[in-house]
């Protein structure tokens, strides 16, 4: 959901600034019901509370848990579905053009932004807008990179990158599945679910991957030194 120009972040809590020149953020959000939108198409929306979500680096996320509705005769529902730890919560999601948008923890965008792949932050010289869009990509199995997903809700990967934010555990021995980079799969070893897709289904779907499909040409330990490659990952 994108918002409007009253909106800002500080310290990555959301910020809204009233047409009085008071600015409410974090908590004091909490409570407040605030109308999106243009006349001929709002959309109101209620904060109703306020939890964090800490990493494994100690970086705490805030979290908002929001109703919305189109007319103020309707009930409030839900902006977002529960993710898999049962949450219906949304974060703040920084755009290329600087905008503030709410994206939700159990889809893709909102899953790599508390994975650290934070599309408006640098790690060091290098901008983590292209691995956010890599991993929005392989969490979705979007191996052509045109939107279509080729996966299901609760199906385990692990993963790593050649930033330091993240690697696969020790213990994993999960076979590998893929190389991504912003725009999709830079090679598919084999699909993460074939009764969705299977290799043959895949190269002929994407052309553009013609001689990057198959365990024979996608090797791991080789995509690794690609530098085209953002992310590697594996599935069950």
């Not at 006349?39 to 109703?67: C, Q």
């Amino acid at each position: 959901m994108a918002l409007d120009s009253r909106f800002t972040t500080e310290s990555d809590h959301l910020s809204f600034k009233r047409d009085d020149g008071v600015s409410l953020t974090g908590k004091d959000l909490v409570g407040q019901s605030l109308m999106l939108g243009n006349p001929g198409n709002p959309i109101e929306i209620r904060i109703d509370g306020l939890d964090e979500h800490v990493d494994d680096t100690g970086r705490r996320t805030p979290l908002y848990r929001i109703s919305a509705r189109r007319h103020p005769d309707t009930a409030f529902g839900r902006l977002c579905d529960p993710d898999a730890s049962g949450r219906d919560a949304a974060l703040t999601l920084i755009d290329e053009a600087g905008h503030v948008n709410l994206t939700c923890t159990s889809g893709a965008e909102g899953k790599c932004i508390l994975l650290g792949y934070r599309p408006w932050e640098s790690v060091g010289a290098t901008s983590l807008r292209d691995i956010h869009a890599a991993c929005i990509r392989m969490i979705r199995a979007d191996y052509g990179g045109d939107g279509t997903s080729h996966t299901r809700d609760g199906t385990l990967i692990a993963f790593r990158d050649n930033l330091g934010i993240s690697d696969f555990p020790a213990d994993n021995d999960m076979p590998f599945e893929a190389a991504w980079g912003p725009d999709g799969a830079v090679c598919v070893a084999r699909p993460r679910i074939a009764e969705i897709l299977t290799l043959d289904d895949l190269a002929k779907a994407y052309p553009s991957l013609a001689g990057t499909v198959g365990p024979e040409v996608c090797e791991e330990g080789i995509m690794a030194d690609n530098p085209k490659v953002l992310l590697l990952n594996r599935s069950r």
